[in-house]
């Protein structure tokens, strides 16, 4: 069964309007984390948002925010503003288990990809 | 300079041919991690390490095997490279948290 769902395999957005990407995940662990990545086209991979289960406030970073909603083990990816840069592949990826464990590896969804209209 | 460097860049292999993919790293992390990336499935986790002595099987462990050689270095190997191994291949450290994951630049590899 897949771990990390993201739903979208592609979206059009218009430059400055918010946007929202969606990722579910599937995990039995109490503790865990979760992340948002950036490809863009040139292909590294950019950290943007850590959020931890035990965390109560949603995280934030900038223009970018997690709505993390534990019950529905939903962690989706608030974008305001948008930015043509914004253009890009977007992955959720979750890290299963406390983070001292050897067993916590981190997974990825198969992302979104995001593309910004001016 | 970049905290997480992978050699080669680019490799093009032939079929049955033995191919080692290096990774370093400056930040001092102990965790490493092998990924592939392939076009509409993501990354998919291939072995990860939390130290030197500690080495874990990720999704996709087969026709691989890897190496730490010190903790700023983890190698991947394939040691009878296949066509279907053609693959982005990204290195990515974290710290004993795992709040981050710094990623290398990837390595495309082709096995023709």
């Known amino acids: 069964a897949q771990k990390i769902t993201q739903t979208q395999p592609g979206m059009f957005v218009q430059e400055k309007e918010a946007v929202t990407l969606d990722c579910t995940y599937d995990t039995s662990d109490q503790s865990y984390g979760l992340f948002w990545y950036k490809q863009p086209s040139s292909g590294e991979m950019i950290f943007l948002i850590y959020?931890?289960?035990?965390?109560?406030q949603n995280a934030t970073e900038g223009r970018y925010s997690l709505n993390f909603q534990k019950a529905r083990k939903s962690a989706n990816l608030v974008i305001s503003a948008s930015q043509l840069g914004d253009s890009a592949m977007y992955f959720c990826?979750?890290?299963?288990?406390?983070?001292?464990?050897?067993?916590?590896?981190?997974?990825f969804g198969s992302g979104t990809r995001l593309s910004i209209r001016p | 300079d970049a905290d997480v460097t992978q050699t080669p860049r680019n490799r093009i292999t032939k079929t049955g041919k033995r191919i080692m993919l290096e990774c370093s790293q400056t930040k001092g992390h102990d965790r490493m991690y092998w990924y592939r990336q392939d076009p509409g499935l993501g990354l998919r986790l291939i072995y990860y390490?939390?130290?030197?002595?500690?080495?874990n099987k990720g999704e996709i462990s087969d026709g691989y095997s890897v190496s730490r050689q010190a903790q700023a270095k983890f190698s991947l190997s394939l040691e009878s490279a296949i066509p279907n191994q053609t693959a982005l291949y990204f290195c990515a450290t974290s710290d004993f948290r795992g709040h981050e994951q710094y990623f290398g630049p990837g390595t495309r590899l082709t096995v023709t």
């Open positions: 990826a979750m890290r299963e288990g406390p983070t001292y464990s050897s067993a916590s590896k981190i997974i």
């Open positions: 959020q931890g289960s035990y965390d109560e």
């Open positions: 390490s939390f130290d030197v002595k500690d080495i």
